[in-house]
């Protein structure tokens, strides 16, 4: 069963009542009012908007702004009287709505107009509306399909653009916003509408269940998340450098490294990173292979320690006590071995078939490989002890599988996924360690787990998510996109998608960050 998802990002509080001039009239309905009835019905009933002594509501009449102001603020439960002087020209202390006026510009909802004034009785344009009800409510998202009326340089695209995204507005017909023109009490009671109860939201088939978060123009090596915190790690191509994305408040930081890098992990509050000395390759022998591997704080993201090692590193994994654990890249039938973060000494070393991936177990007990270039594939397991990899025990399969070239270990240790579709147990019992468990219904390339609510979530570079039962492996519901799906991450209540994005009739592929919230 579908979960409910939310892309609203704020939680509004009901008890609202409307500032003069309206009365206290309790009407519900009203004989002016033909058109978004439903709308201008449900505001009244819950006190958020009255209608007039002579039973109308007079849809048409334009909203001042003033008026908006105090019932933004009084929805958000915001008490006034204690706010700064904001200095406008028109509204001094004692004039009627100071005090409000005073307080949404404290709390950064209003800004007032550039002469000066804040102009309580002016009316309030669609675009002003949406700057309003974005800065009040902390609407985020981006709307991929733009309003030929706002592009990316009109003042009020950044405001629009999340109005649009959480389907508060779908803008007219021929595929204009119309910023400037007045907004009337009855467009002003559907954005209330459609912001209090999503039942209101209008359809919208150009809208995925996802939330573009952010676009950026970086090409992913590889990915990692933090273990609590809304951080995103990535390895950017372009820049040759690491970084931390929070994906809540869009803060950046990255750091440079001075060889190529590869591959990365994040365990414990390290980033380990892979660097490159040469290029992969079956005949470069171990004896002549080199490579390094860095160690970045995650919290300051400076470098702390860079460790030139005898080979050419080709994945990566480590565990929370600094052990870090490498295979090569090069070599045809060559060596992983297990590293001290902090002195950079080799701990031990195994055979493996060069260019393996490597997964760590949760537990940190035992690291799985699988090759990349034989046929039939092999998949294998070195149990850990103190830091130390111990003789390989191979799967209990040898070509019985087609699989692809990787790994997935779900995070309460039960299982290992490939990306081809099958499922194999992990157990501490070695003879039953890496034997066939299911398959799914299809393959896929990107995985995240949400083992809390028993679900899990794949897509194959689709602009689709699909979600399964994670104690059945069947497939529950999919959820859209608006990019192809690279790399997914679940933490929380959100479903986090890197995907290859593009907008318009661009052929300029960006990497956006779309997220999922689940109620």
Do not use: C
């Not at 009901?14 to 206290?24: G, H, K, N, R």
């Not at 997964?359 to 690291?367: E, L």
């Not at 087609?402 to 579709?421: C, E, M, T």
């Not at 609510?453 to 529950?476: C, G, M, R, V």
Request: hydrophobic fraction near 35%.
């Amino acid at each position: 069963m579908k979960r409910y998802i939310t892309s609203l990002l704020v939680v509004f509080v009901l008890a609202v009542t409307l500032a003069y001039p309206f009365t206290t009239q309790a009407a519900s309905a009203f004989k002016d009012v033909s058109l978004y009835k439903d709308e201008i019905d449900f505001l009244t009933e819950k006190q958020i908007i009255k209608g007039y002594d002579d039973g109308t509501f007079k849809p048409d009449q334009p909203i001042k702004r003033l008026q908006a102001v105090q019932m933004i603020l009084r929805a958000m439960g915001e008490k006034v009287g204690d706010a700064p002087n904001p200095n406008f020209k028109d509204v001094k202390p004692g004039d009627y709505g100071y005090e409000e006026v005073a307080k949404a510009v404290e709390i950064g909802i209003i800004s007032g107009k550039q002469d000066g004034r804040f102009d309580s009785w002016g009316t309030l344009t669609r675009g002003q509306m949406a700057k309003i009800l974005v800065n009040a409510y902390n609407l985020r998202g981006i709307y991929p399909y733009q309003f030929t009326d706002v592009n990316e340089k009109h003042w009020a695209y950044d405001f629009v653009s999340p109005l649009a995204a959480n389907n508060i507005t779908t803008g007219y017909g021929d595929d204009t916003y119309r910023p400037n023109i007045s907004l009337s009490r009855a467009h002003f009671a559907v954005f209330m509408a459609r912001l209090l109860d999503s039942s209101f939201r209008p359809d919208n088939p150009y809208l995925a269940d996802s939330l573009i978060e952010g676009i950026f123009d970086i090409k992913i090596l590889d990915t990692d998340i933090h273990e609590s915190k809304p951080i995103l790690y990535l390895l950017d191509a372009i820049e040759n450098e690491v970084v931390a994305l929070n994906y809540e408040t869009y803060e950046y930081e990255s750091v440079r490294l001075p060889l190529p890098v590869e591959k990365m992990t994040y365990v414990n509050g390290k980033i380990y990173v892979t660097q490159l000395k040469g290029k992969h390759s079956p005949g470069w022998w171990g004896e002549n292979q080199r490579g390094a591997f860095a160690v970045i704080d995650a919290n300051s993201m400076k470098v702390e320690k860079q460790f030139n090692i005898e080979l050419d590193p080709f994945d990566i994994a480590a565990t929370s006590d600094g052990v870090v654990y490498i295979p090569s890249g090069s070599g045809q039938w060559t060596f992983i071995n297990s590293y001290s973060s902090k002195t950079g000494e080799r701990l031990s070393t195994q055979a493996i078939r060069n260019a393996s991936y490597i997964a760590m177990h949760p537990s940190g007990s035992k690291v799985y490989s699988i090759t990349t270039d034989l046929s039939p594939r092999n998949m294998t397991v070195y149990d850990i002890e103190n830091g130390k990899l111990l003789s390989e025990r191979p799967s209990p399969y040898h070509g019985d599988y087609p699989l692809s070239p990787d790994l997935a270990i779900s995070p309460d240790g039960k299982y290992i996924f490939n990306q081809q579709s099958y499922v194999f147990r992990s157990t501490l019992n070695h003879s039953t360690d890496m034997t066939y468990a299911g398959k799914l219904d299809r393959p896929y390339k990107a995985i995240a787990f949400d083992i809390l609510n028993n679900e899990f979530y794949t897509s194959n570079h689709q602009d689709y998510i699909q979600a399964y039962d994670y104690q059945t492996l069947k497939p529950a519901y999919q959820l859209t996109t608006y990019g192809d799906v690279q790399h997914l991450f679940y933490q929380g209540d959100t479903l986090i998608a890197l995907t290859n994005l593009t907008f318009d009739n661009s052929s300029v592929p960006f990497v956006g960050l779309e997220t999922i919230t689940f109620e």
